[in-house]
């Protein structure tokens, strides 16, 4: 039996006093009861790909990695229903088995879906929203242990909370997705010189379904990456790239991404010193690669060298103030930066804890490699995206608290009332809960 928890990137552990493994809906609800009857609050833990303390549970811990798979399936409507405790790699392969797909993804699929869908993960795309705009309902088992639903027409309110529930509302037993035929991805990623990526940064975002930078803080240069659907009558076309090679994969993805760049972060964290010259380096060989391949195979790449992270999502007309401030910054910091700054776009949505709700949004991921120092760089970011409303990333570390969040979300009391009503004895709280909602 498991005693400590931990997340991936170690910023967070716990031990919880009772752990469960259910493989049924009547596991799940015995395990809250018994969570109530004991005096314990309790948590579904996902993957541990959240760096801030959401997952931790000091009471009854629910491991839902026995309870997975799809539910049900309408290949030709796209509705989907998942348990809770899927990965998103394993969605995606289930999808692809039945024609379908997600219409948008982030780059890591080792979380649950219900995880990835109550930190409130995105893709990028400015006509795209992240993915909780693609959930149609959920069922839940609330602190009373009683079974729900909700979606729009149903409990409207649980679901408008819900859909970025920070597993603050109860525990998520299966998720119904609205899914699109699956289709292609024609990727092309290419170094660029930062300025010229700045200069056109509006154009880039608005020519491509898909786009991103990735910009190492030393470089001149940054990855841009453009992904666009294949469209119909164009499969085979000659402007279309081949898929990539498997080898060639192995070498861009394993052995560059992750093996290399994995021993040059090894080597900065021994002698930091040589960081912004491994920097530079790491600029200076970026690659340029185009290939088709399968959606999910082209959203997704393998991250295996690890690291802290933030994350915050500005209103997209301040993305420039907010890099020119951050590239001063960066030089003036006691410890170097190691990892690159990754800058991706969102379309506004109506969920009441998404990072880009009533706002069309661009979010900037910070990074620094395991091990080396991080405050000063964190902070720094912080106060920066605090002058033009900046939205932390649930999942991503953070110091705000709640009274601080309510300027940031209109419908924040909203939330709270919803909670207040599910959850009135704050059972499935923690302490990480208490600070971001608890005034």
Known sequence: MRTTWRNWARTASATPARWY?????????????????????????????????????????????????????????GVVTVRSGTTIRALNTALDGLGLAMANLGDIDAQTIAGALATGTHGTGSGLGGLATQVLGFELVLADASVVLCSATERPDLFAAARVGLGALGVVTTVTLQCVPAFSLIADERPVPLEEVLGSFDSLAA???????????YGRNALVKRNNRVIDGHLGSVDMPPPMS??????????????AFGALCRAGRTVPRLIPSLNRFSSSMLSQRSYTAVSHEVFVTPRRVRFVESEYAVPR???????????????????????????????????????????????????????????????????????????????????????RLRHLYPRFDDFRRVRAEVDPEGRFANPYLTRVLDP
Not at 207 to 217: I, L, Q, T
Not at 330 to 340: D, E, H, I, Q
Request: with cysteine; aromatic share 12%.
């Open 207 to 217: 020519e491509s379904d898909h786009f991103e930078f990735y910009w190492f803080p």
């Open 21 to 77: 493994r259910p493989t049924s809906v009547s596991g799940i609800t015995e395990a809250v009861k018994a969570a109530a009857a004991g005096g314990l609050t309790v948590r579904a833990l996902g993957s541990g790909h959240s760096f801030t303390p959401i997952g931790v549970c000091d009471g009854v811990a629910l491991d839902l990695s026995a309870w997975t798979g799809v539910a049900s399936a309408d290949a030709g409507s």
């Open 246 to 259: 498997p080898l060639r994969r192995f070498y861009e993805f394993e052995l560059m991404e992750n093996t």
């Open 317 to 403: 007309e301040s993305i420039l103030t907010v890099l020119g401030e951050l590239r001063s910054a960066v030089p003036r910091l006691a410890s170097p930066v190691m990892f690159p700054v990754e800058v991706r776009v969102a379309a506004a949505d109506d969920v009441w804890l998404s990072t880009a709700y009533d706002r069309a949004s661009a979010y900037v991921a910070i990074h620094q490699y395991a091990g080396l120092p991080y405050e000063e760089y964190f902070d720094t970011f912080e106060s920066i995206v605090a002058s033009v409303g900046g939205r932390p990333h649930w999942g991503k570390m953070h110091s705000l608290d709640a009274e």
